[in-house]
């Protein structure tokens, strides 16, 4: 079920008929626990242009951070069926929680092409000077096995400070990107790594980019951050380019459609805010698979 809330309806976008009829006009799904996916829906939308795009933000269910495996994996899921239900012809799991722990079921059990996203350890690998690099992320994703072979991979000669970004997502979902509290509780994960000598920090939550205007104040411009959102642009065209699922040339898509598990008033306030998307932001009720909306358990 979808509910109209915030800004005024779309624009009936012009007519694609007029377009060549090669490509393929169905939306790129994105789904993120909350606001934190816009970082990559941002870079989604630079780098292709052309496409049309469907985000879910599961705000209700917000943070994954301090879920266990298996809610983020029923959510993952039920997420992923419902943006195929919407016609959805691949998808970003714009959360490195939910790829941390769900990713390898989602694509066992969905058809599309499904693209994750990770922490930058091997980026910032490849950047620090010294060696020393810090890792802000979620609990979740520091312990998952993912992110433990990432770093044996890529890693091995760096050290990684990792410090668990508690209290981070939730901020950035009340829209409090720049208070002093916020500023405080950086500091307190920061200057620890500062102080052991860090020179890149890898923002390993899709929530922490919008947070960058804060930690650059900290830490000033000798810390390099490391965000993998274009990488993930860039993964994604790839995978459409060889799906052969690309988008008409020339074609100009209609806005983002942006959906949210909750009221969507900060959705819409981040995304008009920061992205200068001003656009209608849909309430959607997408339930566990097995549970009914109401939380009732299905029998
Ligand atoms: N944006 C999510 C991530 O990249 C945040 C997870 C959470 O909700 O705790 O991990």
Not at 30 to 41: A, Q, T
Not at 44 to 72: C, K, M, W
Not at 187 to 194: F, S
Not at 246 to 274: K, W
Request: net charge negative.
């Amino acid at each position: 079920m979808t509910a109209p809330l915030h800004a005024s309806p779309p624009e009936c976008s012009s007519s694609p008929q007029s377009s060549p009829a090669r490509g393929n006009a169905a939306p790129i799904g994105i789904f993120d626990s909350g606001l934190g996916g816009l970082s990559v829906l941002r870079a989604v939308r630079a780098q292709l242009p052309h496409e049309a795009l469907l985000y879910v933000a599961d705000s209700l269910h917000a943070p994954y951070g301090l879920r266990d495996n298996a809610f983020i994996s029923e959510r993952t899921l039920a997420i992923g069926e419902w943006l195929v239900s919407q016609g959805a012809k691949a998808l970003v799991v714009a959360c490195n929680t939910a790829t941390a722990e769900s990713i390898a079921l989602a694509r066992e059990r969905l058809s599309i092409p499904i693209i994750g996203v990770e922490p930058g350890i091997k980026p910032a690998a490849g950047l620090s000077a010294s060696r020393i690099a810090g890792v802000l992320a979620t609990q979740v994703t520091l312990r998952s096995e993912r992110f433990r072979s990432l770093i044996e991979r890529y890693a091995a000669d760096c050290r990684f400070i990792c410090q668990p970004g508690h209290g981070l997502v939730e901020a950035v979902e009340r829209c409090e990107i720049d208070t002093p509290e916020l500023r405080a509780l950086l500091a307190r994960y920061i200057e620890p790594m500062l102080a052991a000598g860090a020179d890149t920090l890898v923002l390993g939550c899709t929530h922490y980019p919008f947070l960058d205007a804060a930690i650059r104040d900290i830490a000033g411009p000798s810390l390099t951050l490391v965000d993998t959102s274009v990488a993930i642009a860039r993964q994604l065209e790839r995978v459409l380019e060889a799906n052969g699922l690309g988008a008409p040339v020339g074609r100009q898509p209609p806005p983002p459609r942006l959906c949210s598990t909750d009221g969507g008033v900060h959705l819409h306030r981040l995304a008009s805010t920061l992205l200068g998307l001003d656009v209608w932001v849909e309430r959607v009720e997408i339930a566990a698979r097995g549970v009914a909306a109401d939380g009732s358990h299905a029998v």
